[in-house]
């Protein structure tokens, strides 16, 4: 299959949307009238530059996934496009006329439907957009955190690094622009009352990618002096056009500027080189276990980073802080002890849920969290494709899965039975779930009773049941401020 691969072949599995297989099988031919849907597909994404936008494009048009007819004849697919669907074929290299193995992308036997260069734009704006929602993640993390300690009645005056305030500035003067407040950054500098030459300095922060303009505007002021990141050592940075060496080199200098701070320090305080090498290699190991944390997090794809320190626990009295200090430590994995937060919408279950990932991550486990329906989505999606025992191989290999939403959306008996299978073959492990039904209801999501009873078994057995409560803080935070506009009119 390897051989095949590189050589461009299609191996077999089910063909996705604009191909058919030839009646030779083994390749890939064109289907004209879901090509052009494909095209239409990528067409929206430049126009919105928005995943739930499209989708919602898409489920208007009544557009469905492909359809195929099996080795009976029975007819197979059709179903209607999910997010995670439309993001994979959004990225997927067969439109541009590629195969991918193992990471490889070699040129392919079939007949490209997209143009690269579109390819290429779409795929740049999804990298974006997944940025733009960690960072809208971070500030309004960082946001509640503030307001926490506010209620708490504690002063707090952390100093934001320089680099930071220009990057927000750039960032502004972008948008004064874009909103049409100013026509260019002539006229930003004339109103700003500096020169253009230093808006230019200050813009250019703006060709570093991403996701280091993020980490800058996050930086906390005492990494800023010890990483030694300056206005001046990020100019080699911005002058770098591909954001793979940008991202090599921001490594590269936050690790030089720990060893020079790592050396005046031992200078002062008059070490000796072996003192000198001790604290360079244990600040080496503290770098390399946030670098792992960080890297479980971004794998565990959470919806929104949230912890259980920003978790406010006298909006819901049933769930006491003291409990989740404990499931945090995180013995519930290690006995394979399954976590059920049950309660009606906007009672926090997401939340506290999200909280047991991170900590969970913060012990370097390897986490995945999904929403019932979109796991099941995904392993329909596998066995269409012929893939569902390498799928299911991937998910019994966490040391913890955090399940959203059981019971939101009933689920059809095939999908029921994923589920029932993904939670028994992790009876030696971990897995947190989240539902808005009592038990006694679950039949209304899992019509067959004998194996909605099955899954109670499994998830019941030993497990940790809290319940969040029937009221929902986001319409009580809804009412009150309706009631303070009532006020103030």
């Known amino acids: 299959m390897a051989a095949a691969r590189r050589k461009g072949k299609w191996v077999g599995g089910t063909p996705v949307l604009g191909y058919d297989v030839a009646a030779t099988g083994r390749k890939l031919v064109v289907n004209s009238e879901e090509a052009r849907r494909v095209q239409a597909i990528f067409d929206l994404y430049l126009q919105h530059r928005s995943v739930a936008s499209v989708l ?90 503030r307001a926490a300690a506010g ?46 030459s ?3 300095q200050m813009t250019s922060l703006l060709n570093l990618s991403p996701d280091i ?30 954001w793979n060496q940008q991202r090599e080199q921001w490594r590269t200098l936050r690790s030089l500027g720990a060893r020079k701070a790592l050396a005046e320090q ?37 919806p929104r980073v949230k912890t259980l320190e920003e978790f406010d626990y006298t909006q819901s009295p049933n769930v006491t802080a003291a409990k989740m200090r404990d499931l945090a430590e995180g013995g519930y994995i290690e006995r394979a002890e399954p976590v059920l937060f049950i309660g009606e919408c906007g009672t926090g279950k997401t939340h506290l849920l999200t909280g047991l990932c991170v900590a969970a991550c913060r012990q370097k486990r390897r986490v995945r969290f999904t ?45 029921a039975e994923f589920l029932f299978q993904v939670v028994a073959e992790r009876a030696e492990k971990a897995v947190v779930l989240t539902t808005n039904l009592p038990f006694s209801e679950w039949t209304q999501v899992i019509p067959n009773a ?4 099955a899954l109670l078994d499994r998830i019941t057995d ?24 009532a006020k103030a009119n």
């Not at 074929?89 to 392919?108: E, I, M, P």
């Open 462 to 485: 030993r497990a940790h049941i809290l319940e969040t409560g029937t009221e929902s803080y986001r319409f009580r935070r809804t009412a009150e401020k309706l009631k303070k506009g």
């Open 450 to 453: 004998r194996l909605c009873k």
């Open 213 to 242: 303009q993020e980490e800058i505007l996050f930086l906390p002021a005492a990494e800023a002096r010890k990483f030694r990141v300056s206005e001046p050592s990020l100019r080699k940075l911005t002058a770098t056009l591909l």
């Open 266 to 302: 031992a200078i002062r305080e008059k070490k000796s080189h072996i003192g000198y090498l001790e604290a360079l290699l244990l600040a080496e190991i503290e770098e390399r276990e946030r670098n792992t944390i960080e890297r479980r997090i971004k794998e565990a794809h959470l």
């Open 56 to 145: 919602a494009e898409v489920q208007t048009r009544n557009w469905t996934t492909n359809r195929w007819l099996t080795r009976d004849g029975k007819d197979s697919g059709g179903t209607p496009f999910g997010k995670p669907t439309l993001e994979r074929l959004l990225k997927n290299v067969l439109y541009v006329g590629k195969v991918s193995h193992q990471n490889t992308v070699y040129a392919g036997e079939q007949a490209p439907i997209v143009e690269e260069g579109i390819w290429k734009l779409v795929n740049e704006s999804l990298a974006q957009e997944r940025t733009r929602a960690s960072v809208a993640a971070a500030a309004s993390a960082t946001a509640r955190r």
């Open 371 to 415: 929403t019932a329906a979109g796991l099941v989505n995904e392993l329909v999606e596998a066995k269409h494709q012929l893939q569902l025992r390498r799928v299911m191989a991937r998910w019994s290999r966490y040391d913890l899965i955090a399940i959203d939403e059981v019971g939101y959306v009933p689920l059809a008996e095939v999908g």
């Open 198 to 200: 230093r808006v230019t």
């Open 151 to 196: 209620r708490a009645g504690v002063e707090r005056s952390e100093p934001v690094p320089r680099v930071a305030r220009l990057l927000a500035l750039a960032l502004k003067f972008e948008k004064l622009i874009e909103l049409g407040v100013v026509s260019n950054y002539s006229a930003v500098a004339q109103v700003s009352r500096v020169s253009r």
